[in-house]
C-alpha cells in the first residue's frame, strides 16, 4: 500500500500510476517545445502524448499574490523582461508573453496555476507541485477548490518545518513529497503524523551517498514509500541525483543517464525528454 491505510482512497490513483508505470516518466514543466511554451496547458498536453504519467509544474505568485505557473528567475529567458515575475501585479503578468513562442492569432501567455490545474481535474494527469511551499497558507486554500488532491503531490525540502508544520494543520491531506539529502531528514519526515507522505525524492551530487544502496531503497518500499529522483540537467551544473544527468542520455544513451536508476529500483523520474525516457522503459521491459 502507498502511504498510510488512513489516506488509502486519497492515494488510489497515484497507486495504481505507480504500479503500472515502472518507473513513471516525470515531465520537468510539462513538455515545452517548438511552438509550445513550457508550464501550459498545451505543455502538459504535450507531456502525457509523449509519455508522461506525471508532470511537474513549479509555482509563483504576483505581488498581489495570484498563483502562476511559472519558475521565476527565468523571465529574461522566456518573457524578454529583466524584473521577476514576483514584483508584478498579475495585470502586467497578463501583459507577458513567452519570447519567440507567440504567432499571428495566438499570443503564448503565462498561464494561471488554478486554471492549467483545473483543466486535468477528474482526468488521468498526476502533478508535482514544486517551489511552492512558502506560499501554502494560501496556496492550500485555492488548491481546495480545485477538488483535486488525489492529483496534486506537493513538495518540499525535509528541512521546511515550519512550512511542512501547516501542511500537517492542513484538513486536505494532499500527498506529501519531501525532498530528502540524507537519512537523518527521511526520519524527521516519517516521525509527523497527520502528513499524508506517500514517497521521497532523494538528491544527491555523488553515487557514494547511500540512495545508491539497493537495500536502503527497498526499505523504503517496505514502508509504503515511492522513491522519485531527479536526471535534469540543470544550467547550474549540480547533479540532483549522483551525476545521472538527461544529457547522458543524449551525448551517450539512453541506458548511460537511466539504467543505473533503473537497477536501483526508483519508481519515478523527474526528466526534460520524457519521450526518450518513455521509449528506453519500453525497450527494457520488451
Known amino acids: 500500500m502507498l502511504g498510510l491505510p488512513d489516506y488509502a482512497a486519497l492515494n488510489s490513483q497515484l497507486g495504481e500510476t505507480l504500479r503500472r508505470a515502472k518507473p513513471a516518466v516525470v515531465a520537468h514543466r510539462g513538455l515545452g517545445h517548438a511552438s509550445i511554451a513550457p508550464n501550459t496547458i498545451g505543455a502538459v498536453r504535450a507531456a502525457v502524448r509523449s509519455g508522461a504519467e506525471v508532470v511537474q509544474i513549479p509555482v ?9 505557473a511559472f519558475h521565476d528567475g527565468f523571465e529574461p529567458e522566456h518573457l524578454g523582461i529583466e524584473r521577476n ?21 495566438r499570443t503564448a501567455r503565462v498561464q494561471p496555476l488554478l486554471e492549467l490545474l483545473g483543466k486535468f481535474a ?16 494560501q496556496l492550500l486554500v485555492a488548491l481546495d477548490g480545485l477538488r483535486m488532491p488525489g ?7 525535509a528541512w521546511e518545518m515550519e512550512a511542512i508544520s501547516r ?12 525532498i530528502c539529502s540524507t537519512e537523518e531528514e527521511v526520519e524527521d519526515v516519517l516521525r509527523l503524523d497527520e502528513l499524508n507522505t506517500v514517497g521521497l525524492e532523494l538528491i544527491t551530487t555523488t553515487p557514494q551517498s547511500p540512495w545508491f544502496d539497493p537495500d536502503v531503497i527497498e526499505g523504503y518500499h517496505r514502508r509504503g514509500l515511492f522513491i522519485l529522483v531527479n536526471s535534469v540537467t540543470l544550467t547550474t551544473g549540480i547533479p540532483q541525483f549522483g551525476g545521472y544527468e538527461d544529457e547522458d542520455a543524449i551525448f551517450d544513451c539512453p541506458a548511460a543517464a537511466w539504467q543505473p536508476l533503473f ?5 519515478a523520474i523527474q526528466t526534460d525528454w520524457p519521450w526518450l525516457l518513455r521509449a528506453y522503459r519500453d525497450s527494457v521491459q520488451r
Open 122 to 137: 477528474g482526468g488521468p494527469v498526476l502533478f508535482t507541485i514544486d517551489r511552492s511551499w512558502w506560499r501554502w497558507p
Open 60 to 68: 509563483s505568485a504576483s505581488a498581489d499574490m495570484y498563483f502562476w
Open 85 to 105: 515575475i514576483q514584483t508584478l501585479t498579475a495585470t502586467e503578468v497578463r501583459q507577458q508573453s513567452y519570447i519567440w513562442r507567440d504567432r499571428p492569432g
Open 167 to 178: 501542511l500537517r494543520r492542513h484538513p486536505t491531506k494532499y500527498p506529501f513529497v519531501p
Open 151 to 157: 492529483q496534486l503531490m506537493l513538495k518540499a525540502p
Open 263 to 267: 537497477d536501483l529500483g526508483v519508481d
